[in-house]
């Protein structure tokens, strides 16, 4: 049972780029999450999902994109990253309402 | 909007004293409320939730919080640190029973003093 999994764990882009963090899940859950962890800000909601087929924008949504797959999958995509862009992003998963479970992050730079 | 505060950006604590780490949090309604930590380079891991009941709950790892609502409080304590209880600490809100994401304070860093 591997809960929350990541992928990649690092990624270097330049301005401009893009590219999909992908997340996925094996806990069953209905909703899922996407936020970004920068310095003195503690976490920050990017989107969510509450069940299959749905996705909601959170607090910072401006320059993403999701798409939840299936019911075990939700991806984060950058069309064209920027600079500000630079954080660490973690993916969730939850029974709705109820405890979300964290996976291990994605390091992501953009110069 | 709800949101949560997390006074304390930094706390230093000798290993072996206690541990209080404040969490005051603004919502109307009954909020669903949790503390995580994070180790360095880590993810976020569970330390103990409150939905309803009793106002005192435990954890893992030895730590407890108190709910007390006249106050807006989740307040997060430990008898007795250890070195290894160096982290992050984050407290977070969600509207119960929704499936809105967590609204997360800014955190607080703790340091353990041998």
């Known amino acids: 049972n591997a809960g929350v999994t990541q992928t990649p764990k690092f990624q270097v882009l330049k301005t401009g780029q893009s590219m999909t963090l992908q997340c996925a899940q094996d806990?069953?859950?209905?909703?899922m999450y996407w936020y970004r962890q920068d310095p003195g800000m503690g976490l920050r909601l990017i989107y969510y999902?509450?069940?299959?087929?749905?996705?909601d924008k959170g607090e910072v949504p401006n320059g993403y994109n999701v798409s939840r797959l299936n019911k075990r999958e939700f991806s984060l995509r950058l069309e064209s990253a920027a600079p500000s862009q630079t954080s660490v992003y973690f993916c969730?998963?939850?029974?709705?309402?109820?405890?979300?479970?964290f996976g291990p992050g994605t390091r992501l730079t953009v110069l | 909007a709800q949101s949560v505060t997390q006074p304390d950006i930094h706390i230093t604590v000798s290993e072996g004293a206690s541990l209080e780490l404040r969490c005051n949090y603004s919502?109307?309604?009954?909020?669903?409320l949790f503390w995580y930590v994070q180790s360095p380079g880590q993810g976020l891991q569970l330390l103990l939730k409150?939905?309803?009941?009793?106002?005192l709950v435990q954890g893992i790892k030895g730590f407890e919080a108190e709910f007390k609502r006249s106050q807006s409080s989740f307040n997060l304590r430990k008898p007795s640190v250890h070195w290894s209880d160096a982290a992050e600490y984050f407290c977070?809100?969600?509207?119960?029973?929704?499936?809105?994401?967590?609204?997360f304070g800014k955190g607080t860093h703790l340091i353990i003093q041998p």
């Open positions: 919502y109307g309604a009954t909020p669903y």
């Open positions: 806990m069953n859950h209905n909703s």
């Open positions: 969730a998963s939850s029974v709705s309402g109820d405890t979300q479970y």
């Open positions: 409150y939905f309803s009941g009793d106002t």
């Open positions: 977070a809100v969600v509207s119960g029973g929704g499936a809105d994401g967590l609204t």
């Open positions: 999902s509450a069940s299959e087929g749905t996705t």
